[in-house]
């Protein structure tokens, strides 16, 4: 069994910073890339950022240049850090994994997410 547990989520006031963690953690062969989702009361869910097992990286517009993701493969960890945070960000943040449990088998897997607000 698989788990994705992140942490880290709360209320800010615009322009502050939040620092999101997710860990992985159970029956794990190998972790391929991770990422970080958010959605909005009333809208889709969207990609946020997201990061290969390579460490390259890639980023939504609305995010670029603010927030920065990262990964400890030792820790199955991966990291949200975020800046300059703006009302527009608020939203429940998932993390997202694919995740090998075995030599045969991956599948994607989603934490249950963290809720981060920006008051303005």
């Known amino acids: 069994q698989v788990q994705l547990v992140e942490s880290g989520g709360g209320l800010v006031q615009a322009g502050g910073s939040l620092r999101l963690s997710c860990v992985v953690s159970g029956r794990i062969f190998r972790v391929n890339g991770m990422g970080w989702y958010r959605q909005a009361p009333g809208k889709q869910r969207e990609l946020v950022a997201q990061i290969a097992s390579s460490l390259s990286t890639s980023y939504a517009d609305s995010v670029k240049g603010r927030f920065t993701i990262s990964r400890d493969n030792a820790k199955n960890t991966a990291y949200l850090e975020m800046n300059s945070l703006k009302p527009e960000d608020t939203a429940v943040y998932y993390c997202?994994?694919?995740?090998?449990?075995?030599?045969?088998?991956?599948?994607?897997?989603w934490g249950q997410g963290t809720q981060v607000t920006v008051a303005s």
């Open positions: 997202n994994a694919e995740i090998w449990d075995s030599r045969w088998s991956k599948d994607t897997y």
